[in-house]
């Protein structure tokens, strides 16, 4: 993993590599798992929709199929 | 009415990769700005990050409508970030992006839209429209880009100023 980061100066045209602070590295690995959190959370959520929606449907003794006939 | 974008800074990113690319002292004197980006994350699963006047993501929401290669969907976020290619997508494949400002000088707050989309030579490869708001009234004058892991070689950025006449 890159520990620097490009800085273009727009005024100039000047464009620097330069190292990340310890607050920078901090904030990446932050954003980064924050990221993972949400998707993670994301996918559980679909996850358990979609055991719902077979469960109901198995309930209902119906496939995904006749279902969307019934609600179209 | 006439528009004529116009080159700013445009950035590379070489065989070290970089972890963020940032537009620093944009100046204040065109209608709008256009960002062009062509990128792909070291990590497994790329995102990019959109940071504004500084490295946080802070006062941003977003209105997402995503379509995976196999489901549509829509979500809110409390930050503006989108997927891209990562390591886990085709090799040398790289996500295209385009963000628009709109009156980016002005007094009020901040939109922004964004069309996305991700190459991959497999069913899951993303396209996003996005619509998303920083709410700050000050103008902008820096915008950061960071992914999970780091840039690699080859990605661009170029930021464009946006006249109307």
Do not use: H
Not at chain 2, 60 to 74: D, F, H, K, N
Not at chain 2, 117 to 145: G, K, M, P, Y
Request: aromatic letters at 6%; glycine letters at 6%.
């Amino acid at each position: 993993m890159a520990d620097t980061k490009i800085v273009v100066d727009c005024s100039t045209g000047e464009v620097s590599e330069i190292e990340l602070t310890a607050e920078e590295v901090a904030q990446r690995t932050a954003d980064a798992n924050a990221y993972a959190d949400q998707k993670a959370a994301e996918n559980a959520d679909k996850a358990t929709k979609a055991a719902d929606k077979a469960a109901l449907l198995e309930r209902l003794g119906i496939t995904a199929e006749e279902a969307t006939l019934l609600l179209g | 009415m006439g528009t004529t974008f116009t080159k700013i800074a445009s950035v590379s990113v070489g065989v070290l990769g970089a972890s963020s690319i940032d537009f620093s002292s944009i100046p204040s004197t065109y209608t709008d700005l256009c960002v062009k980006i062509s990128a792909r994350d070291l990590a497994a699963s790329g995102s990019l990050y959109v940071c504004v006047n500084g490295t946080t993501q802070t006062n941003q929401t977003m209105r997402r409508l995503e379509g995976s290669g196999s489901a549509a969907s829509s979500d809110s976020q409390s930050s503006i970030f989108f997927p891209i290619d990562g390591s886990s997508q085709t090799s040398n494949t790289f996500a295209n992006t385009e963000i628009y400002i709109p009156n980016y000088a002005g007094s009020t707050n901040k939109s922004m839209s964004i069309d996305n989309v991700t190459e991959n030579n497999a069913t899951q490869a993303f396209a996003d429209l996005i619509a998303a708001l920083w709410s700050q009234t000050t103008a902008i004058n820096r915008l950061n880009f960071q992914c999970n892991s780091s840039f690699v070689q080859y990605s661009t950025a170029t930021l464009y100023g946006v006249s109307k006449s």
